[in-house]
């Protein structure tokens, strides 16, 4: 069965969340005289990601876009840090931060390779908006934004990888999860679709990303570049 | 309330339906030794439109995309006609039709103007792999797609409208609905959103399309590169 589209996670595969996230929090919270690992306050906000998404892939919780979970978990952070006292419109601010996340280098020309050939679609857990905002930020040109948004539900849930295969005209078998964590992949695979790792050594720190896949994938590649050459792109 | 967002009504308004399906249907039923005026083939179908969706939109039948619509309705029009014997492959590539139709001649140049200063978006009642398929056709850079397959029923229906902002990360007011059809801008503008009509005087043979807007509407265009004038796009 021929590939037609590639679906794509976005937060450490396609951007540097970490470092954009570090870099943000200082830029807005150091003016107000508080300081800390900006690294760390990185990894503490994203440490809250998957106990939220659970609530919902658990039937807790209503589905709900990720900017009001990113919310509830900066909400959280503070808290432990002491800083109640961060202001309303700050955090409003903070939490936007996630809409203009830096790209990894390769990634805009690696985009751009990879539509000659194929479909491209984020299937991302952030919402249809905040992955507009990222494709402006970062000059990528999506054919359509599927992924949590349209499934109403989050990864790794089966449903959210078949019902962006579904809404881009596309059976499972022809669709390829590219991804940087193994855990996306195998969850890919089990929903049916193909699956293409991309090494992210870096993605939590220095070395502290998966530089190879815990999980078999049809393809492995050290950056979406060198995806591009293994699937023949011109 | 500033506009940041134009969503866009897709047959009629950036692309010639009638003509392309004409020429399309000739094409594939003509070497069959089969022959109409293919203008009013043309027409016979896209008059089964409304009340397929109609069936939709007051509960009859639930959703499904506009493909499936599209191919009862062309069984329809090929019974009518007297035409059963039209195999089912042929029946197959009419249907995909739909997914090529031509843009009118300034439409590509219009999107990219005002997608300098907007995020775009159709809102249209074809599903999300048909505007994808459109898009890639005509060479239009969407932010999304939103529209009927988002909201799970069709225009007129307020929700097509309010759920294609709010996908967006927009309020209806901050949003505009463009299209050539004055029940489609009336309908935009109960459901919140601001409105811009766009002359398409040929869209049903020549002269027989809107050519004035027949509802009050926020900007009224003789294209989509006046309406980028208008807009203030640089």
Redesign the interface.
């Known amino acids: 069965m021929t590939i037609r589209a590639l679906v794509f996670d976005v937060f450490g595969t396609l951007v540097d969340w970490r470092s954009s996230i570090a870099q943000d929090a200082k830029t807005h919270l150091s003016p107000l005289g508080l300081n800390t690992d900006w690294g760390a306050f990185a990894d503490a906000w994203r440490a809250q990601y998957q106990p939220a998404m659970e609530k919902i892939r658990s039937g807790q919780r209503g589905f709900c876009k990720l900017d009001e979970l990113h919310r509830d978990n900066l909400d959280t952070v503070l808290k432990e840090l002491g800083w109640q006292h961060v202001d309303e419109s700050t955090r409003q601010t903070l939490n936007l931060c996630w809409h203009h996340l830096e790209q990894w280098s390769e990634v805009q020309a690696g985009l751009a390779q990879l539509r000659k050939s194929f ?1 491209l679609a984020p299937c991302s857990n952030g ?7 990222l ?2 930020h970062n000059q990528w ?6 992924g949590a ?2 499934a109403k539900d989050y990864k790794p849930q089966a449903v959210v990888y078949q019902a962006s295969a579904a ?4 059976l499972p078998e022809e669709t390829m999860m590219v991804a940087a964590h193994s855990d996306d992949l195998l969850a890919a695979a089990h929903a049916g679709l193909k699956t293409a790792f991309i090494a992210r050594p870096d993605e939590h720190g220095p070395g502290l990303g998966e530089s190879v896949a815990r999980t078999p994938v049809d393809y492995s590649a050290s950056d979406l570049l060198d995806l591009a050459r293994q699937l023949g792109c011109k």
């Open positions: 479909i919402h249809i908006a905040l992955m507009v905002h494709a402006r040109h999506w054919d359509a934004i599927t948004e349209i809404a881009l005209g596309c």
